[in-house]
Structures are given as structure tokens and as C-alpha cells.
């Protein structure tokens, strides 16, 4: 069974506390893994695509690695606008994103 | 607008009656795609339109669920006799290409209560 476990469920920093989130997957034909920032009460909003392992790619204070196995989104120095749930999911087959539960991050001043 | 717009932002229902839900894509993307997410979970995927044609509709939960695209535009998603458990938010996105692989842009979703 597909599936993409996000860790951990909560994160509480300080602010300039850097910190990482995991995402590991077992999608089958995995197309693209993708993240995505969600604020409360608004839709997801895109953040970054990796296609490849090894793959990285960096925006902002933001920064997401891709292993065969799982990916990480680096959170370097951050601050309170930060403050979201962070959403990880993997392309599989042709028409459907399989979503983790997601990571609430907290950045406090 | 430049993003995915979708309507109602707020619905509430009781149980037994239908209700319609908009939504319009980013002008000129090909893929549609109608994701549902509960409290404190991921969205998870209902279906997909490439143009008109709706080529995966395996999420759709029951018969009761219903999407359309007539045009390759605007996609409405129709839930006939709505129960409790139909209670989430309803998300559209859109991409200019085909399939899951390429980016896929949200809009903010429309809240059904069924009550």
C-alpha cells in the first residue's frame, strides 16, 4: 500500500532555532515528490517538486532534500511567519498525490 | 484571478441535501484534480479531469459523488443526499500539465458542514 509518514506531528522553535521535518514514502512509480505549506483555513500552497534522489532545492529559509527513502525539509533560522503545517506528498501513478498528515510547526518569537 | 477559485467558501447542509461546489482553474491548465480533507488530516485524492475527460474517479467515495467538466473548464462536484460524514473541506487544484507528476496549485477550498 502507498503511503507517506510525516514526522513529527508537531514542532515547536524557537525563533532562529533551525530544524528539520521528515517525509518517508513507499509509493510505487513514485512520479515526483512534492511539498506544500498549508496556513490555517486556506489551501495548500506549493513549495517545491524533486523528482530524483539527490535532488535539492532551496527557497528562502527553506531547504528540501530527496533520498530514495524518504525527503527533508530544512527550516534554517526561522521565524515566526513560518508558523504553518508543512504537507509532503508523493506523485503516484498518473492522476493522484498521496498526501502525510502533515507537520504543525509553531516558531515562537 | 490568477489562482484556483472556488464557491461557496463556506457551505452548511442538512443532512439529506445536495449541494454543489465550483471551481475555477488557473486559465489554459489542462489537469483538474478534487481532493477532500478532514480535520487534521492530508487531502486526499477524489478525482481527476484531463480537459473534459474525467480519467480517474477512484477516490470518489460513493455514488452519491458526482464531478463534471463539460467544457475543460470550470468543474463542479455534486453530492447528492450529503450525510455528517461528507463534512470536510473540498479542495480543487489545477495543473498546466498532464497527470500527478507536474506542479499542482491549490485553491482555498470550500467548507461543508452537514448538519
Known amino acids: 500500500e502507498d503511503q507517506v509518514t510525516q514526522s513529527p506531528e508537531a514542532l515547536r522553535l524557537q525563533e532562529g532555532e533551525s530544524s528539520s521535518l521528515n517525509c518517508s514514502y513507499t509509493?510505487?512509480?513514485?512520479?515526483?515528490l512534492f511539498w506544500y505549506r498549508q496556513d490555517p483555513g486556506k489551501g495548500p500552497e506549493f513549495l517545491f517538486t524533486?523528482?530524483?534522489a539527490g535532488e535539492e532545492k532551496e527557497k528562502e529559509r527553506l531547504k528540501a532534500t530527496l533520498t530514495k527513502k524518504e525527503s527533508f525539509l530544512h527550516i534554517t533560522a526561522p521565524k515566526p511567519e513560518d508558523s504553518a503545517t508543512y504537507l509532503c506528498?508523493?506523485?503516484?501513478?498518473?492522476?493522484?498525490?498521496?498526501f502525510g498528515k502533515g507537520t504543525m510547526l509553531l516558531v515562537s518569537p | 484571478g490568477a489562482g484556483v477559485s472556488q464557491s461557496p467558501r463556506y457551505k452548511v447542509a442538512k443532512r439529506g441535501q445536495d449541494v454543489a461546489l465550483r471551481c475555477d482553474p488557473i486559465?489554459?491548465?489542462?489537469?483538474l484534480f478534487w481532493y477532500q480533507q478532514a480535520l487534521g488530516q492530508g487531502p486526499e485524492f477524489l478525482t481527476y479531469?484531463?480537459?473534459?475527460?474525467?480519467?480517474?474517479k477512484s477516490g470518489l467515495p460513493s455514488d452519491r459523488f458526482f464531478a463534471e467538466r463539460p467544457e475543460g473548464s470550470v468543474s463542479t462536484l455534486k453530492i447528492q443526499r450529503t450525510q455528517q460524514e461528507d463534512s470536510a473541506v473540498y479542495l480543487c487544484?489545477?495543473?498546466?500539465?498532464?497527470?500527478?507528476?507536474?506542479?499542482?496549485?491549490f485553491g482555498e477550498g470550500s467548507w461543508l458542514t452537514v448538519v
Open positions: 509509493v510505487s512509480g513514485l512520479r515526483g
Open positions: 486559465s489554459g491548465h489542462v489537469s
Open positions: 479531469f484531463q480537459n473534459e475527460a474525467q480519467l480517474d
Open positions: 506528498a508523493g506523485a503516484q501513478g498518473y492522476s493522484t498525490l498521496t
Open positions: 524533486l523528482y530524483s
Open positions: 487544484a489545477s495543473s498546466a500539465g498532464q497527470g500527478s507528476g507536474n506542479t499542482i496549485y
